[in-house]
Each structure stands twice: as structure tokens, then as C-alpha cells.
């Protein structure tokens, strides 16, 4: 009895969705779509303007890959694989170079970092969205085994080897389901991560403008 009181909650269980502050919550909000599993709001994209107080980005968006040097130092500014300490320094001693046309090159460097924060973050989403279809596939696999097993505990006579089977397999199913849930938190972490990543290196551009 123990196993079926676990085993049913898990089945009807729903995701209660909160605020979370943040750059994401300042976003305006869209619908919510049903393989969102985490508590942080959806928000599909970011917007500059509440992050970003500097110039207007809209001419960069297009031309920020043009400038190589802006080009490559966004891209490594964001990639995960660059300590946030040795992005931010590598920031300041960008800036420190500058002579000639100091805020619209920050403006166009920031308008990289963003673009690339926006799409690297917009993958994190996309991932986590397909980890949630398969999580509640893999729910629906189990109710069908569940009710089965159901069927078959009610026939008269038992065929108590398929009940064993089927027991097995719920429990096996029941272990993966709870094995990929334990990785849910730190799945939808990663678009928050990015945000914050954002927001200092927002911050590091916009302590060298004039």
C-alpha cells in the first residue's frame, strides 16, 4: 500500500508557478505554455530596456557582428566556459583602450553581450521545455502501466506473473521519472544564471561611459 500512496501523487501532481524577481520579472508578461515546468516566470525573451540605461541598441543589433573585436569579446563575454571574473576584466581593459568613439562602441559591445545572453539564454528555455515534454510522456507511459496493473489486479483469476511484471515496470518507471525531476532545479536555473551574468556585465560597460 505504501508503494501505491507514493506512486498516485506523483501521477496528479501539478507545478505551482511564482514570481521570481529579477530581469525576468520585470519582463512583460506573456501566457504561460503548458511544458513550463519551473516556478521562475516564463519569460521567452529579455528586453534591453530593463537591464540596459545607456543609449538605444536598435542600430547595433545588426551590426554589432561587423566589428570584430566587439564580435569575439562578446562571444567569450558570455560563453560559461569564461569565469565571470575574467569576463568582466576583460571588459574593463577593452574599455580602458578605447580613444576615439568610447560610448558607441560600448553601446555596440553591450548590444553583442545582450544579443548573445538573449540567444544563449533562449536555448537554456528551448531545452528546458523539451525536458518537460518528456517528463510528462514519460507520466503518461506510467498512468498506462499503473492502470494495467489496475486491470489486472481485478480479474479473476490473478495472473500473478503479469502483476509482477508490471509492478517492476512501474517501479522502474517510477525511478527514472523521480531521477530526471532531481535535475529540474538546476535546469531552470540556467536562464537565471545568464540573466545574472547579464546584469554584471551590463554593469561593468556601463562604469567606463562618460
Known amino acids: 500500500m505504501r508503494?501505491?500512496?507514493t506512486i498516485r501523487p506523483?501521477?496528479?501532481?501539478?507545478?505551482?508557478?511564482?514570481a521570481l524577481t529579477g530581469f525576468a520579472g520585470a519582463?512583460?508578461?506573456v501566457e504561460t505554455p503548458p511544458d513550463w515546468p519551473c516556478v521562475q516566470v516564463f519569460v521567452p525573451t529579455l528586453s534591453a530596456a530593463s537591464i540596459w540605461a545607456g543609449p538605444p541598441i536598435d542600430d547595433y543589433l545588426k551590426t554589432w557582428t561587423d566589428n570584430h573585436d566587439v564580435a569575439s569579446l562578446a562571444t567569450r563575454a558570455v560563453s560559461r566556459s569564461v569565469p565571470e571574473e575574467e569576463a568582466t576584466q576583460a571588459l574593463?581593459?577593452?574599455?580602458e583602450s578605447l580613444k576615439d568613439n568610447r560610448e558607441q562602441t560600448l553601446t555596440m559591445l553591450f548590444t553583442g553581450?545582450?544579443?548573445?545572453?538573449?540567444?544563449?539564454?533562449?536555448?537554456?528555455?528551448?531545452g528546458i521545455r523539451r525536458f518537460s515534454r518528456a517528463q510528462q510522456e514519460q507520466l503518461r507511459n506510467m498512468n498506462a502501466t499503473l492502470g494495467e496493473l489496475d486491470r489486472v489486479r481485478a480479474a479473476q483469476p490473478q495472473d500473478t506473473a503479469k502483476m509482477k511484471e508490471l509492478?517492476?515496470?512501474?517501479?522502474?518507471?517510477?525511478?527514472?521519472?523521480?531521477?530526471?525531476?532531481?535535475?529540474?532545479?538546476?535546469?531552470?536555473?540556467?536562464?537565471?544564471?545568464?540573466?545574472?551574468?547579464?546584469?554584471t556585465l551590463?554593469?561593468?560597460?556601463?562604469?567606463?561611459?562618460e
Open 3 to 5: 508503494f501505491w500512496r
Open 10 to 18: 506523483l501521477l496528479s501532481s501539478t507545478i505551482v508557478l511564482t
Open 27 to 29: 519582463q512583460p508578461r
Open 92 to 95: 574593463d581593459s577593452f574599455a
Open 113 to 126: 553581450i545582450f544579443d548573445e545572453a538573449n540567444r544563449t539564454r533562449g536555448k537554456a528555455i528551448d
Open 167 to 199: 509492478t517492476e515496470q512501474l517501479g522502474w518507471q517510477r525511478r527514472i521519472i523521480e531521477e530526471r525531476q532531481r535535475s529540474l532545479g538546476a535546469l531552470c536555473e540556467q536562464p537565471v544564471i545568464v540573466e545574472r551574468r547579464l546584469g
Open 202 to 209: 551590463a554593469r561593468t560597460i556601463a562604469s567606463h561611459m
